[in-house]
């Protein structure tokens, strides 16, 4: 085990400075605060006293920042609109010396924000009660597009490796990934996919990162708690992506990586199986899997290490990430 964490523990200090690019839907994160007062004359709802906003990037923006929190330098791959929820994501980033030259600004898209509205008494931690979801999907616009391939292939010069985080906005379209893959894969370059509903319409990467609902939507299956139909499962879905790698992610019940021509590794959840919030936490586990990988690691060290990574981001409270610092504390722990 000391070796396992010592080998760990030396790819996590090769994290810092390397350069990752995140291609995907890029979202605005609102959060309202307030103060619970009373229920309301009007209807039987919740007054809340306004209290604060808070920003922060969700979708592709997560892995960026999960990415910056570990040392790495991410390069950002998307479209905004030129309103004033793109601004704040182009400011957010500028703020945290992360680049932003491909990230185009669209004057006919509107920027998705997901607004969460936490409140609570006075003095207690505040619970969500509400989110609206203020959703528009990316044009299908030729020149648009254009962008887009471009930004991908002078990123394919500079990066060690390429993130795809499709929330299914249609920043990522599978005749833009056919266009670039061969060029990343002539490379040597990891590509790595989390597609949150159209897993299926993408190929060759060379990792994806689903996790269990997810599988069961893209192949008709349910899961449950039957290791015969996970392993029966992930074989099917490796061969159907023809990829050589393939980590599901699986909860409190942790991950499960797939490769040709080896047996499935089942690794346990990380710590204690009381989760906390799990929002967030697919972002973090292919942040640090991409990572290893783009660092040299083998697909099982590079799960190992998402697996920790993830037990940590559980524990807290919201969409969160971790440093260096913290994943290699709980490698040792």
Same mark, same amino acid.
């Given at each position: 085990?000391?070796?396992e964490?010592?080998?760990?523990?030396?790819l &996590?200090?090769? #994290?810092a400075g390397?350069?990752?690019?995140?291609?995907g839907?890029?979202?605005? /994160?609102?959060?309202?605060?307030?103060?619970t007062?009373?229920?309301s004359?009007?209807?039987p &709802?919740l007054?809340?006293?306004?209290e604060?906003?808070e920003f922060?990037l969700g979708?592709a923006g997560?892995?960026v920042l999960?990415?910056a929190a570990l040392g790495?330098?991410p390069?950002?791959?998307?479209v905004v609109?030129? /309103?004033?929820?793109?601004?704040k994501?182009v400011d957010?980033l500028r703020?945290r010396?992360?680049?932003t030259r491909?990230?185009?600004?669209?004057?006919?898209?509107q920027?998705?924000?997901k607004?969460?509205?936490?409140?609570?008494?006075e003095?207690?931690?505040k619970?969500?009660?509400?989110?609206i979801d203020?959703?528009?999907?990316?044009?299908?616009n030729?020149?648009?597009?254009?962008?887009?391939h471009a930004?991908?292939?002078?990123a394919s010069?500079?990066?060690?490796a390429?993130?795809?985080?499709?929330?299914?906005y249609? $920043?990522?379209?599978?005749?833009?990934y056919a266009?670039?893959?061969p060029?990343y894969?002539?490379?040597?370059?990891p &590509?790595t996919?989390d597609?949150?509903f159209g897993?299926?319409?993408f190929s060759?990467?060379?990792?994806?990162?689903?996790?269990?609902?997810e599988?069961?939507?893209a192949?008709? &299956?349910?899961?449950g /708690?039957?290791?015969a139909?996970?392993?029966?499962t992930?074989?099917?879905?490796?061969k159907?992506?023809g990829?050589?790698?393939?980590?599901? $992610?699986r909860?409190?019940r942790?991950?499960?990586?797939?490769e040709?021509r080896r047996?499935? #590794?089942l690794?346990?959840?990380?710590?204690?199986t009381?989760i906390?919030?799990?929002?967030?936490a697919g972002?973090?586990v292919?942040?640090v #899997?991409? %990572?290893a %990988?783009?660092c040299?690691?083998g #697909?099982?060290?590079a799960?190992?290490?998402a697996?920790i990574?993830g037990?940590?981001?559980?524990?807290?409270?919201?969409?969160a $990430?971790? $440093?260096?610092q913290?994943?290699?504390?709980?490698?040792s722990a």
């Amino acid at each position: 085990m000391e070796k396992e964490a010592s080998r760990l523990i030396g790819l &996590v200090d090769r #994290f810092a400075g390397q350069k990752v690019a995140v291609w995907g839907d890029f979202i605005l /994160d609102e959060y309202l605060f307030g103060r619970t007062r009373r229920i309301s004359r009007e209807a039987p &709802v919740l007054i809340i006293g306004y209290e604060r906003a808070e920003f922060s990037l969700g979708g592709a923006g997560n892995s960026v920042l999960n990415l910056a929190a570990l040392g790495a330098s991410p390069l950002p791959i998307g479209v905004v609109g030129q /309103d004033e929820p793109g601004r704040k994501i182009v400011d957010f980033l500028r703020g945290r010396s992360i680049p932003t030259r491909w990230l185009v600004r669209f004057g006919a898209h509107q920027t998705p924000i997901k607004m969460r509205i936490l409140a609570g008494e006075e003095n207690t931690r505040k619970q969500q009660v509400l989110r609206i979801d203020k959703e528009a999907a990316v044009p299908g616009n030729e020149g648009l597009k254009r962008k887009l391939h471009a930004a991908l292939v002078e990123a394919s010069g500079r990066c060690a490796a390429l993130l795809v985080s499709d929330y299914n906005y249609m $920043t990522v379209r599978p005749d833009i990934y056919a266009g670039i893959l061969p060029l990343y894969r002539k490379r040597g370059l990891p &590509v790595t996919l989390d597609s949150r509903f159209g897993l299926l319409r993408f190929s060759g990467m060379t990792a994806a990162t689903p996790n269990e609902p997810e599988v069961e939507d893209a192949l008709k &299956v349910e899961l449950g /708690d039957n290791p015969a139909a996970l392993r029966k499962t992930g074989a099917a879905l490796l061969k159907r992506l023809g990829a050589p790698a393939l980590l599901i $992610t699986r909860g409190s019940r942790g991950l499960a990586l797939f490769e040709k021509r080896r047996q499935p #590794f089942l690794l346990p959840v990380h710590g204690s199986t009381d989760i906390v919030d799990v929002t967030g936490a697919g972002d973090t586990v292919i942040s640090v #899997f991409t %990572l290893a %990988l783009a660092c040299g690691a083998g #697909f099982r060290d590079a799960a190992r290490l998402a697996n920790i990574a993830g037990g940590v981001v559980v524990m807290k409270k919201g969409t969160a $990430t971790l $440093t260096a610092q913290e994943l290699k504390h709980a490698i040792s722990a």
